[in-house]
């Protein structure tokens, strides 16, 4: 037996216990209609007290078809039986095959290390879906012709069910945007449903419960669908309609009565409809005009008079696209913003300032004469004279106006678009409003918080805020580069360079595994990636926006960290055959191994220095020669593919691409570098991404190194470095040594940095280094977003090197970690918690009085690598005692200035001199 293992034995009371919780089917807490017939399920351990090297060595799983039989511990669908295995995650369920609308319930109980049972799991469910499309029995119903401009279509139905009601199921998507109602209340909370995908080949839908909306005796169904990216504008496309003319309803509802057959309503020709409504227009990126004159009193419920309302056209057959369940967290308001300020630059025009860059849109109180016209833009930023800047929007109008009824105090909140804005500007009042006349509504994609930092630094602070507020900005079913501007695609570079960041902050899991689908669906047959996901050129048969380095790179990169972070060895399953098939386009276009043969747009180091507009600033010398940057991205995608392989016991694909790797590293060499370490161009990028991405013999790595540290001379100690070198960069600097060199980095607040941005204000990450100079003012408004997460791949670096988290590719998912914190730049104290997918893990340090105190903890179940920054190990002690002799600690090593521990479960306490 291990020495650890025995360590953490003796560690453990015999009094202790853990207890299951967090259940998760498919990463979704208790989800509904799901389409996985062998879904996987997970949970976290916790323990009773502070016990240390707890972990399960045996579990139990029931799966019953009722609460009933669950609480009664018979598991009818399944029962595991006690399966010794101390896995906690991804558990694949081995019952009864599952069928359409089956509910599952379950629970979960597993044994420590001392063999006690712990008590049973709260419980937990999962329903299935409609399994076959021809289980829908419905119609697309909607409009018979397109309209412009484009308002919402109303739908509805009545229907008399008879009997008292047990559960009610609707299953519902659209061709666009829908809100679905039942006798006057709004069916779920999610916002902008059924969210993106390529629409012609994948299509989600929706299951809610609707048992407490409906009656025994007279009921309604509505709808309100809007065009949205089906059928509205699309950024960078011109136009109109680039998946379909105009919206469409697909809904199947089931209702179980306590006696007799189930009652079934679905959306069929019988619908009637009018698109004579309020909401007159509506579009993603250029807001809602709503003319509240027009509004139609109960038209959702059931004695409504539908007489003048027309026939809702449907149409035969479902179409060719699947329908399937929505893996990721649905958009959803996360939380409300309220003004901080009022202003009035200008007689007549209302300006509201909430504080934070954010994204969603404002709830708005108003009153005023019926006709009254209320405008209302957003913004992020303002003018000097305190008027709302827009040039940045380009063609996207980003404008609400609401007509008023003239009916005492109104309400106005949109439904089918979403803006991205600090400032909210209101005209046409008839007197100036009350401050808080308007609120904003946050909302995103759902995914679930899995990160807290916090430091001594008020700097370094809102530098993390700020990170986090432009994640959730840029989430609304695709990582998009920005959400304000007419763009708001989900380009893959940059969420490629920000992957990591987002899954220290966010629990990514759900989200990746829906938007890699997206990936998938719209890459090329020739094996191309696309440039941004989904794609509509995968329509219009335009051969644009394929194949670009290092955006189509992260068609292998953020699947592998999928693998790194949350163990997910079946999506690497399904999306390897992808990887591997761009690895193959592009070896196929340069035999040489030199990506010199890039088609169509090289985006290169997006945004380096050279863009930059500061008198002074070096005009050249920021953007990395484009094969040196092409190549080395092709050699990182080909390594990581050997990698995919081995994990998925691919043999001959791992030796393959671990061949081909080297062979482009060999190329690499000899075409770009030179003896002493130099390589072509000499940027600080090129160096960067050569000694990240292991391109370099061990006998260069030292000059290259030492190079790109001379670059900083030439930009005066600062970054030339763009959205693909910045964080690699600063991890580089940190991985040989030079910690206080990226601290000093880290802490300029003169132009570029990061601080630069904060001391201009900035509560988000901006597109651009210089998006906003006092004195010069903004950048070329064609491209100057101030909330784009591209720069705020920096949070890996905060994550790795101010927490020290870093995940072990040997033990994927946390089963292993190492903490190696670098305690620099001035910090006197750090602190950060992350929910992973095993449970959470802590890291704390502080430096007092010559001592540095490192407090670690690691959930039931892991390992964790502790350096605790130290000159000598036998001057470290945890839990006041030497540190080689403290229970459930084991000595490693002591390695570059630290001493090196493994621990097991529990809380960890590490002193040390400083």
Known sequence: MRPLLLLLLCAVSAGAALTPARLRCEYRVDPLGIDVREPRLSWTLQSSGAERGQRQTAFQVLVAASPRLLSANRGDLWDSGRVESGETIHLVYKGRPLTS??????????????????????????????????????????????????????????????????????????????????????????????????????LQYQTYDATALLRSGGNAIGALLGPGWYAG????????????????????????????????????????????????????????VYDARKEVPDWDRPDFDDGRWQQARAESGLGSQALVWQPNEPIRVTRELKPAGLSEPRPGIYVFDLGQNMVGWCRIRLQGPAGTEVRIRYAEMLNDDGTVYTANLRSAAQTDRYIL??????????RFTY??????????????????????????????????????????????????????GNMHSTPTDCPQRDERLGWMGDIQAFSQTAIFNMDMAG??????????????????????????????????????????DAGVIVPWRMYQNYADTRLLAEHFEAARRWVDFVESRNPRLLWENSRGND??????????????????????????????????????????????????????????????????????????????????????LALHFNLLPEERRAGALEKMLAGFARYNGHLS??????????????????????????????????????????TTIWERWDGYVKGRGF????????????????????????????????????RRFVVRPKPGGGLTWARASYESIRGRIASGWRIEGGTLRLTVTAPPGTTAAVHVPARDPEAVQEGGRPARSAAGVRFLEARAGAAVFEIGSGDHEFTAPW
């Open 233 to 288: 504008r699309i950024g960078l496309f011109p136009g109109r309609r680039h998946y379909g003319a105009y919206p469409q309803l697909l809904l199947r509802l089931e209702i179980e009565r306590e006696s007799g057959p189930a009652q079934v309503v679905v959306s069929d020709g019988t619908w009637r409809m009018t698109t004579d409504g309020p909401i007159r227009e509506a579009d993603i990126l250029d807001g809602e």
């Open 603 to 688: 985006y290169n180091d997006w945004l380096n220095a050279d863009t930059l507009i500061y008198e002074g600033w070096p005009k050249t010398g920021g953007m990395v020669p484009k094969p040196v940057f092409a190549t080395a991205f092709f050699a990182h995608s080909a390594d990581l593919v050997s990698k995919m392989a081995v994990v998925l016991g691919r043999k001959e694909d791992a030796q393959h691409y671990g061949t081909l790797f080297r062979r482009i590293r060999e190329a690499f060499n000899r075409a770009y570098v030179q003896p002493d370490g130099t390589i072509e161009g000499d940027t600080q990028a090129g160096y960067a």
């Open 419 to 472: 803006h991205g804005f600090r400032y909210v500007e209101l005209t046409g009042l008839q007197a100036r409003p009350p401050e808080d006349a308007v609120l904003g509504r946050v909302f995103h994609s759902s995914s679930p918080d899995a990160g807290r930092f916090e430091t001594s630094s008020p700097l370094l602070d809102r530098l993390m805020r700020n990170i986090v507020w432009t994640q959730r």
């Open 405 to 414: 009824k003239g009916a005492g105090e109104e309400i106005f909140e949109p």
């Open 511 to 552: 989200f990746f595994t829906k938007w890699l689908r997206d990936v998938r669906d719209d890459q090329a047959a020739d094996g191309r990636f696309p440039d941004f996901a989904p794609n509509p050129h995968t329509l219009t048969g335009k051969d644009a926006n394929f194949g670009v380095p290092a955006w189509g």
């Open 101 to 202: 609308r089956m509910r599952c319930y379950w629970k979960v109980r597993v044994w420590d290390g001392t063999g006690k049972p712990s008590p049973w799991s709260a419980p937990a469910s999962w329903t299935m879906g409609l399994l076959d499309p021809s289980e829908w029995g419905a119609r697309w119903i909607g409009p018979d012709n397109p309209l412009d401009p484009q308002p919402a279509v109303m739908l509805r139905k009545g229907f008399n069910t008879l009997g008292r009601i047990r559960r009610a199921t609707a299953y519902v998507t659209a061709r666009g945007l829908y809100e679905l109602r039942i006798n006057g209340s709004r069916v779920g909370d999610q916002v902008l449903a059924p969210e993106w995908t390529s629409y012609r080949k994948r």
């Open 779 to 814: 950048q070329n408004p064609g491209m100057n977003s101030f909330n784009h997460w591209a720069f705020g791949a920096i949070g890996e670096w905060m994550w790795r090197e101010i927490a020290g988290i870093h995940p072990d590719d040997a033990a994927p998912g946390f």
């Open 721 to 762: 470095t763009g959205i693909q070198s910045s964080h690699r960069l600063m991890l580089e600097l940190a991985r040989h040594g030079r910690h206080e060199e990226a601290y000093r980095v880290l802490n300029l607040r003169t132009f570029p940095s990061w601080g630069f941005m904060i001391e201009n204000g900035a």
